[in-house]
């Protein structure tokens, strides 16, 4: 399984940014199949951002980014996106996408992915 992410960049704060993640060697179109973001600010621990069950379409997110952020999928394309609103210098991180199945307690947790993406950086300045 390979996830291939992009679309960060810089942007000034208060803009927008998407970022896509393509999966491909598997679908996660089953039972608990989820994927989802994390991300990592330099000196700070990688944190949950956001997640989506694939077959449900239930999202998941971080406090911090909720009402900022949308959490989207296209089954075609086997492809999951990360809209981001409102960014502000906070947000800045190395984004990474993240795809497994974990269970309803795993979701915000790095442990419930077994999948990872190469990361793409965001970064917002003030």
């Known amino acids: 399984v390979q996830l291939q992410a992009s679309g960060g960049g810089l942007v000034q704060a208060g803009g927008s940014l998407r970022l896509s993640c393509a999966a491909s060697?598997?679908?996660?179109?089953?039972?608990?199949?989820?994927m989802g973001w994390f991300r990592q600010a330099p000196g700070k621990e990688r944190e949950f951002v956001a997640a989506i069950r694939w077959s449900s379409r239930h999202t998941f997110y971080a406090d911090s980014v909720k009402g900022r952020f949308t959490i989207s999928r296209d089954s075609a394309k086997n492809t999951v996106y990360l809209q981001m609103n409102n960014l502000k210098p906070e947000d800045t991180a190395v984004y990474y996408c993240a795809a497994g199945a974990p269970i309803l307690s795993q979701i915000m947790e790095q442990s419930g992915y077994g999948y990872w993406g190469q990361g793409t950086q965001v970064t917002v300045s003030s």
């Open positions: 060697g598997r679908t996660f179109n089953y039972g608990h199949g989820c």
